[in-house]
């Protein structure tokens, strides 16, 4: 066996093992880290691939920023895990329907099933030869799916403005910045000065 097919066994055991684990966890955090594990083992099986420039993207977004911004999120809110267990069974049905519709669709790429030969697109991207894969990649994603880039841009940016307005909680005893009263704070209110005399404290 090849140290190249012995690297794919191997990262890709590990990603579906830490895959499994993402659903398995009891833990939210420890979900998110199995996640993390799963997304740098599918960047090393793109390494292996020649896909570089998609490697990169995913352990700069999926594991820089997506997975970090979930790690800090699962952390901040204080799940309540009793109550998280309970609404188990409620959910059950569309879990299971949901994991129906992936079955099917996963018996549908293992069987081979494709387009008819007419309705498949035809590849924009030029030869490897012409441009190398970064540069091709760009040339498609900037012009042809220019719009689909920016909303997914805009997906990103939804979800960190919620995750920040997620973890915005009112507590008890916490003081908070006021600008505007430093702002206006006078140097006077701030020093106080007292004669003290000699051989006396304050």
Do not use: C
């Not at 309540?80 to 059950?92: A, I, P, S």
């Amino acid at each position: 066996m090849s140290w190249t097919a012995l690297a794919f066994y191997m990262f890709s055991s590990i990603a579906v093992l830490s895959a499994f684990m993402v659903i398995a966890a009891r833990n939210p955090v420890h979900s998110v880290l199995y996640l993390i594990l799963t997304f740098f083992n599918a960047a090393a099986l793109f390494l292996l691939l020649g896909a570089e420039f998609l490697a990169m993207i995913l352990v700069i977004v999926y594991v820089g920023a997506v997975a970090v911004l979930f790690l800090f999120v699962v952390m901040m809110l204080n799940i309540n895990y009793v109550e998280m267990r309970e609404g188990f069974l409620h959910y059950l049905p569309i879990g299971a329907l949901i994991a129906l519709i992936v079955l099917v669709e996963l018996v549908f790429v293992l069987g081979a099933w494709t387009l008819a030969p007419e309705v498949v697109v035809a590849s924009a991207a030029p030869p490897v030869t012409e441009m190398s894969n970064i540069a091709a990649l760009g040339s498609v994603i900037f012009t042809q799916y220019v719009y689909a880039f920016q909303a997914s841009g805009m997906i990103l940016l939804v979800a960190m403005v919620g995750s920040i307005v997620l973890t915005l909680r009112q507590r008890d005893g916490v003081k908070k910045q006021n600008i505007a009263d430093q702002v206006r704070r006078r140097a006077k209110d701030a020093i106080e000065i007292k004669k003290v005399n000699v051989g006396e404290g304050i």
